[in-house]
């Protein structure tokens, strides 16, 4: 038991530093760049993540030390309120990302996603979540549970209450349960000046099946999420697999080109706010870069999506007890909000190099 504790503190110390200094650096190396709509999710993303770094995991490190046993009912909603907010927040964002590169690649005329629509998107997406996290939190509550020869742990696992999937969140409270009911204690829930055993946050025991339709909807947003955010990245590099197979463009821009036959510039098409049309030429060689650098940060984002999809793989198959529970591996997801900045380093030349100003690393020239 102490063992795993140490492991799973450490690991979520090192996940919380690591994200924190990471995602500050991708804050100001993509601040100055050109807005855009990656532009716009990559910020989006390092900004939850340097919330979760600096919020939620050293509340989760506090709640897995004191082995869920929180005194007050508002800190327990509260806390498996941003866990689930956390979580659906990520899922969903991955999936509007994969839409964004979808249509920027395989249908550039289409404007279906810019900037100031992925604004409204993500609000909407912090509402959806808020909502999520809501409904969530009501099924947890304060649990008194009396006295036992041996005190549980958050890392016993026994047989399940009433045959009761355990939480995505916290696995190990129903276990608590599960281990005075084996041992012949009594569990009871009773108010705050009532209390006389130890008080865990767990989920309530006198209205399981809403509980249970809770989490059920909640692992099924993950399932479909996952699934959609495959599809269009597939659909994806399908199409850039059929596009280079056949030697022609992979991105084509809005543009006319000149009627002068020996031309050899491409012009793009700007229609301004008063309605008049500007044109600007840009070079092939322009357009060709401007198509590789949306092909390289759609694959970085969508490095970034199987990291979060594996990671959370395992505590989503534990949540539905098709197997066995880790607190180590469980915990593991919480890696997703710290490697996206060396993803990015791995993954995007022109941010290498601007880390390399930055940071002014030799080693990093490249």
Known sequence: MFVSLTLTVCMLSV????GIIGNVLVLGIYRHRRNTTARFFIITLAIADICSCLILIPLT??????FYQLQ??????????????NVQFSVFLMVIISIDRYFCICHPFKNVINTFRAKGIVICLLAVTSVFGIFDSWSYSIVDIKASP???????????????????????????????IEQGGN???SSRSERKGDSFCMPNLDNMEYYRSVRYTYASSYLISAVTVLVFYGLIFRFIHNHRSRNK?????????????????IQDIHITNDNTISIAARTPRDTDRNQTSNIRTAAMLFASSIVFITTFLPAWLMALDAIEFNVIIFYMYFISHASNPFIYVFMSRSFRRELNQTLKLPFWKR
């Open 150 to 180: 041996e005190p549980p742990t958050s890392f016993s696992l026994l047989k399940k209450y009433n045959n009761t999937t355990s939480s995505s969140q916290t696995p190990s409270l129903l276990n608590i349960s599960s281990y005075q």
């Open 72 to 85: 007050y009912d508002a800190v327990c909603k509260m806390y498996n309120f941003l866990l689930v907010c």
């Open 61 to 66: 490190i506090v709640t897995e030390s004191l």
């Open 249 to 265: 463009k992979i991105l084509q821009p809005a543009y006319i080109l000149e009627s002068d036959a020996s031309a050899t510039a």
């Open 15 to 18: 996940f919380s530093v690591c």
């Open 187 to 189: 569990v009871t829930v």
